[in-house]
């Protein structure tokens, strides 16, 4: 790495107010989202023009949202913003030490200049294990038998199925605009991997603007099918998982973008 600067804007999302100090620390902005109180310091959803009361269905894009419409105009312009979360963070791919503190990037890359949205790796569905299907995914397997013969049919839309609904992602896609529509539904039919984490970094305020127009519109849309009577981890945070997968299809579409490796490590332990 190449001294390029901090990251001014890397935004840390968390859920827990002992963590302040261990994300400041870091050089992030520490966010705070859910029902717990957050002390001084600390960046909430809860204020200007927001949707904080469904942080509970839409996870971390309750402070996309709230960023969006408060603080996008403020920052200025070819500064790199970014997202990660107390337990998902972007990591160097050279030259670290053993510690986390090391691990993580706190400067910026050179090899980020050459794009516009950097987004973290893929996550593998050809991988999924076979008792998994059998205890998560029976309807899936018999809308899709064809997994028994081909991995590569292990794509998206068999993965939400299994783990979110069956049919689900099909209905929300349903709610697109006619052009993300069409190219989507191949995506998620094609794709045996998406870009995990709901982590993306940018240079562009206008390529997050695009990307926020089009995702909230549609994840309003899917609110009139799905609304906010939904019971389980897999269905209760349906908005957050849907635009976990729409990130993948959007960014890859519409921009020049660069994979890197997320690192998990929980700092509340």
Known sequence: FLRMGKIKYMYCIATDNNLLNKISNLGYLPVGLGD?????????????????????????????????????????????????????????????GKTFEDMVIKEIPEEWNNYDVVIGDKLN????????????????FFRNPKIILNKKFRNIRFQFDMFHGNGILDKAIGQLNLNDKEKFSKFIRTQTSFNQGNMFVTKSKKIMDNYYKVLFEWLRKCEDIFGFNLDG???????????????????????NYLEWPIMFHDIRK
């Open 36 to 96: 717990s109180e957050f002390s001084d310091g600390w960046i909430t959803d809860r204020d200007g023009e927001n949707i904080a009361n469904k942080n509970k269905f839409y996870g971390e894009y309750t402070f996309h949202y709230y960023l969006w419409k408060n603080l996008l105009h403020k920052i200025p312009d070819n500064e790199w913003i970014g997202f990660c979360g107390y337990r998902r963070f972007w990591k160097k791919k050279t030259n670290f």
């Open 125 to 140: 569905l050809e991988e999924i294990k076979w008792i998994k299907v059998l205890k998560y995914g029976k309807k899936a």
């Open 233 to 255: 981890y897999g269905k209760t945070r349906i908005y957050a998982f849907l635009a976990e997968r729409f990130l993948s299809y959007w960014f890859k579409e519409n921009t």
